[in-house]
């Protein structure tokens, strides 16, 4: 707890200082992230082009995944509906996903 004016006042602008610094780490990491999708869309662009799962390039193996994923959580939806179960179906809808994932490919002995 601060004793006098002068603590509250350093430790405001310290509060100051940290929230202004951790605004723009946010900005950075929202950049890097669209940055990163954008990225990940071209490869998996390149991916489906050549009907290819996974590749290995310069050290990195590339997976591609594409699946669907529900747009309901079943669980929640039913409970509490009658004929939860047939209302769940009739408005469900599957949509398209894409999964990139970029590692270390393994090396052989």
Do not use: H, W
């Amino acid at each position: 707890m601060c004793s006098n004016m002068k603590e509250f006042q350093t430790v405001s602008e310290k509060i100051f200082e940290l929230e202004q610094k951790k605004a723009k780490k946010k900005k950075e990491m929202d950049a890097l992230e669209k940055e990163i999708k954008q990225l990940k869309s071209e490869t998996s662009s390149y991916m489906k082009k050549r009907q290819k799962n996974e590749l290995t390039v310069a050290g990195l193996t590339v997976l591609f995944t594409a699946f669907t994923k529900p747009a309901f959580d079943k669980e929640a939806f039913i409970a509490g509906e009658k004929d939860g179960e047939s209302v769940y179906k009739k408005y469900l809808r599957n949509i398209p996903m894409e999964r990139v994932t970029v590692r270390l490919a393994k090396t052989q002995l």
